[in-house]
C-alpha cells in the first residue's frame, strides 16, 4: 500500500535552515507530483509546493517563494523540501503528499507530518 | 489566490444525525472542490473529490455536491468515527483550503 514517511523536522532558530525528506514507497513515485502541505499549530491546512513526477515543473506558495526548495529523487523515490531563512510563522507540521492527477488536484495520500518548530 | 469560506466553524450534533457543511468560493471553480477528514494528531484523509465522487474506501454516508461557488459535504447519518474536521480544497488555481469545520458531540 501507499506509505509516505516524513523526517527532518525540529527545533530551528529564526534564519536557520532545515531540510525535510518524505520516503515514498508502495506506487510508482515518478508518475505522480509530490507535494508539501503544512498545518500550523490549530491551525488550518496550507499548500506551500509541489513538483511534477519528471522533476521539470514546480509550483510554491507566495508565503515560501525564493525560501523553500523542493526537489525530488526518483532513483529513490524521495521527495525533499529544503528551508533556509526560517521565520517564526513557518512553525508547523508538514506533510508531503500525493497528487494522482497531476494537475494539483487532490492529495489522496498523505504522510504522518514531521513538525518544524522556530523560535530563538 | 481563490479564498475558501466553511460554515459553520462547528456544530455539536449527536450519533445517527444527518451533517451538512457548507464552502463557498470566492469567485466560480467549476466542480474543482475537493473534501478531507481530519482527526486529533492525524493526517488528513480525502473523502470526496471534484465535487462529488467518492474516494474509495470512504462510507457511502458522505457525499458531496455543488459547483460554481457553493458546495455541500453531507454526512448521512453520523457515527462516532466521524467526529472530526472537515476541510474543504479548491483546485482550480493552486490550491487553498477552508479554515475547517469541526463536527463535536453533542
Known amino acids: 500500500q501507499v506509505q509516505l514517511v516524513e523526517s527532518g523536522g525540529g527545533l530551528v532558530k529564526p534564519g536557520g535552515s532545515l531540510r525535510l525528506s518524505c520516503a515514498a514507497s508502495g506506487f510508482t513515485f515518478n508518475y505522480y507530483y509530490m507535494s508539501w502541505i503544512r498545518q500550523a499549530p490549530g491551525k488550518g491546512l496550507e499548500w506551500i509546493s509541489s513538483i511534477s513526477g519528471t522533476g521539470n515543473t514546480i509550483y510554491y506558495a507566495d508565503s515560501v517563494k525564493g525560501r523553500f526548495t523542493i526537489s525530488r529523487d526518483n532513483a529513490n523515490n524521495s521527495l525533499s523540501l529544503e528551508m533556509n531563512n526560517l521565520r517564526a510563522e513557518d512553525t508547523a507540521v508538514y506533510y508531503c503528499a500525493r497528487d494522482p492527477e497531476g494537475w494539483l488536484a487532490y492529495f489522496d495520500s498523505w504522510g504522518q507530518g514531521t513538525l518544524v518548530a522556530v523560535s530563538s | 489566490d481563490i479564498q475558501m469560506t466553511q460554515s459553520p466553524s462547528s456544530l455539536s450534533v449527536s450519533v445517527g444525525d444527518r451533517v451538512t457543511i457548507t464552502c463557498r468560493a470566492s469567485q466560480s471553480i467549476s466542480t474543482y472542490l475537493n473534501w478531507y477528514q481530519q482527526k486529533p494528531g492525524k493526517a488528513p484523509n480525502l473523502l470526496i473529490y471534484?465535487?462529488?465522487s467518492l474516494q474509495r474506501g470512504v462510507p457511502s454516508r458522505f457525499s458531496g455536491s455543488g459547483s460554481g461557488t457553493d458546495f455541500t459535504l453531507t454526512i448521512s447519518g453520523l457515527q462516532p468515527e466521524d467526529f472530526a474536521t472537515y476541510y474543504c480544497?479548491?483546485?482550480?488555481?493552486?490550491?487553498?483550503f477552508g479554515q475547517g469545520t469541526k463536527v463535536e458531540i453533542e
Open positions: 471534484t465535487a462529488s
Open positions: 480544497q479548491q483546485s482550480f488555481t493552486t490550491p487553498t
